[in-house]
C-alpha cells in the first residue's frame, strides 16, 4: 500500500495548527520534525520512560503512542507551552531550584507529568501520590528525591494560594 | 514511525463506524486509547485500515443503570471510558471498588490516561489488569454490529484465546455493565510485574460477598497463567457458603492454585520463583479481601 496522508489540524500550546501528515507518523515526530518543537523526547518510542510526555486536553500522555491523527481536534501543550511571557511557570523555576537534574534529557517529560498531576488534582499532594503520579516518567541519571521536591513544593505553593 | 502504511478513518457515529468496518471486512481494526495498538503496529503487524472510534462520544459514558423496578442494578462503563476516568468515577468507586483499584493500578499515568477498557478487553491479553478483574466481577460485554444490533455476552464467553475473542470484524464492543452487590464486599487485585508500571506476569483478582452471616460469592480470577484469563472455579467453590475463611483455608487455595495452574515462563524469572509467587500473591489478595469483610 502507499503512504496515507491525513489533513491535521489541532491546537497547539494555544495556536491552531495544521498539516498534512503521513498516517503512521506518531504525535511525536510531528511535534518535533513538522512543528520543531525538540523539548519532547524520543527516549524509549514504546510508552515505557516518559520522555516524550505532553499534555493531551489537560492529561499527560505518551506521544510516542499515539499517531499524529489522534489528535486531530485536540489541544497539545509540550514543555514549550508551560512558559508565561517568557518567562518559566513556577513549575519549571521550582525544577531550577530545586536542582531537579542532572543531564536533562528526560525533565521535559517529567515537568509535563508533574503539571498533568498538580493541575488536575483539587489538593496538595503527598510524597507518595507524588511518586505514583509521576511513576511513568524514569531519571536514569536518579535525580528523583530533587524531582519529588521540587513537585511537592510547587504542590504546597499552589495550596497556600 | 509505524513501519506499514495504513488508512486512518475518524467515524462521528457508530452507524458510520459500521459502515467503515463493513466496507473494509476483515482488514479493519478499531483503534481505542492505542496503548496496545500502537506497540503491535511499531513491530511491523500490518493493519491496512484503522478506524479511530474516539470521536463516538457515547462511547465515554459512565453511568449507574437501573433494572425494571427502578434498583441499581450495574453500573455500565462506555468502551472509552480510560484507566484514568475509571478510577476516579464515583459510581465506580462507590459501588465496584475491585474495578476502581484495579484501574488505578494499570502501567502507569500516563498510560492510564490514554488506556481505555474496551481496549483492553478486546485485545484480550491473558494478563491483562482488567481481563481477569472483568471476570472476577462477572462483566457483562455489550457488543454492537451494523444495524445496531446489539448482543451482550459474559466476559467469560468473551474472551476466546490470546489476543482473540469473540468480536466480530463488522462489530464493537460498546460498554461493559458490572453487577452492583447490596452485600459487604471483600476484594483484593496482585500482580507480579518485573517493575513498577510493567504489565503484569500474572494477576490475582479477588472479589467476595458476605451477607452478614456467610460468603455468598467468592470470586477468583487469573490472569497470565493461561490461554485467557481464568476462574478458579474449583477454589471458588471451597470458600462459597462458609461462615468464616482461616488461614488454614487461605492456605489450601494457595496451595490447590499452585498445583493446577501454570504461571508463564519468562527470560527473567526463573518457574520455582514465580510458581512460589503465585502462592503468596493469591493468598495476599485473599487475605485483604478477608479482612475487608470481617475486619
Given at each position: 500500500m502507499e503512504a496515507q496522508t491525513f489533513e491535521l489540524k489541532f491546537k497547539l500550546n494555544g495556536k491552531e495548527v495544521n498539516a498534512l501528515v503521513?498516517?503512521?507518523?506518531t504525535l511525536l515526530d510531528v511535534i518535533r520534525?513538522?512543528?520543531?518543537?525538540?523539548?519532547a523526547k524520543k527516549g524509549c518510542d514504546e510508552a515505557a520512560c516518559g520522555a516524550c510526555s505532553v499534555l493531551f486536553n489537560g492529561h499527560a500522555v505518551c506521544s510516542c503512542t499515539m499517531l499524529a491523527a489522534e489528535a486531530h481536534g485536540g489541544s497539545i501543550v509540550t514543555?514549550?507551552?508551560?512558559?508565561?511571557n517568557g518567562e518559566p511557570a513556577s513549575l519549571q523555576k521550582a525544577f531550577m531550584e530545586s536542582d531537579a537534574?542532572?543531564?536533562?534529557?528526560?525533565t521535559s517529560g517529567q515537568i509535563i507529568a508533574a503539571a498533568s498531576l498538580l493541575d488536575n488534582a483539587d489538593r496538595e499532594l503527598d510524597d507518595n501520590e507524588i511518586r505514583e503520579g509521576m511513576s511513568g516518567n524514569v531519571c536514569r541519571c536518579g535525580a528523583y528525591n530533587k524531582i519529588l521536591h521540587a513537585v511537592s513544593e510547587t504542590s504546597r505553593k499552589r495550596k497556600a494560594k | 514511525m509505524i513501519l506499514e502504511p495504513f488508512q486512518y478513518f475518524s467515524p462521528l457515529s457508530l452507524d458510520e463506524a459500521f459502515e467503515i468496518l463493513t466496507e473494509h471486512h476483515g482488514e479493519a481494526k478499531i483503534i481505542a486509547g492505542g496503548q496496545s495498538l500502537i506497540p503491535l503496529m511499531k513491530m511491523g503487524v500490518e493493519m491496512p485500515c484503522i478506524v479511530d472510534i474516539k470521536k463516538i462520544h457515547e462511547l465515554k459514558t459512565i453511568e449507574l443503570s437501573n433494572d425494571g423496578s427502578g434498583k441499581v442494578s450495574s453500573v455500565r462503563v462506555g468502551a472509552l471510558a480510560t484507566y484514568n476516568e475509571i478510577e476516579r468515577s464515583v459510581p465506580v468507586r462507590r459501588n465496584i471498588p475491585l474495578l476502581a483499584k484495579t484501574a488505578s493500578g494499570i502501567g502507569h499515568p500516563l498510560v492510564r490516561n490514554r488506556g481505555t477498557i474496551g481496549g483492553s478487553l478486546s485485545h484480550c491479553d491473558p494478563a491483562a489488569d482488567l481481563c481477569a478483574t472483568a471476570l472476577a466481577l462477572d462483566a457483562q460485554i455489550c457488543i454492537t454490529g451494523p444495524g445496531m444490533k446489539t448482543r451482550v455476552l459474559s466476559a467469560r464467553d468473551f474472551f476466546k484465546g490470546p489476543l482473540e475473542?469473540?468480536?466480530?470484524?463488522?462489530?464493537?464492543?460498546t460498554s461493559v455493565f458490572f453487577p452492583v452487590s447490596n452485600m459487604k464486599m471483600g476484594y483484593d487485585v496482585q500482580k507480579l510485574t518485573l517493575g513498577h508500571g510493567d504489565f503484569p506476569v500474572f494477576i490475582v483478582s479477588v472479589s467476595l460477598h458476605y451477607d452478614g452471616v456467610k460468603f455468598t460469592n467468592a470470586a477468583i480470577a487469573l490472569g497470565g497463567v493461561g490461554e485467557t484469563a481464568v476462574r478458579a472455579s474449583e477454589c471458588e467453590s471451597l470458600m462459597r457458603g462458609k461462615e468464616s475463611i482461616t488461614g488454614e483455608d487461605i492456605r489450601e487455595v494457595s496451595r490447590l492454585i499452585t498445583d493446577r495452574y501454570d504461571p508463564p515462563v519468562s527470560a527473567e524469572l526463573s518457574p520455582d520463583y514465580t510458581r512460589e509467587m503465585l502462592s503468596v500473591y493469591t493468598g495476599k489478595a485473599l487475605r485483604n479481601a478477608v479482612q475487608m469483610v470481617t475486619g
Open positions: 503521513d498516517t503512521r507518523e520534525d513538522t512543528f520543531g518543537l525538540t523539548g514543555v514549550e507551552g508551560l512558559s508565561v537534574l542532572q543531564c536533562g534529557f528526560c | 475473542t469473540d468480536l466480530h470484524n463488522d462489530e464493537i464492543l
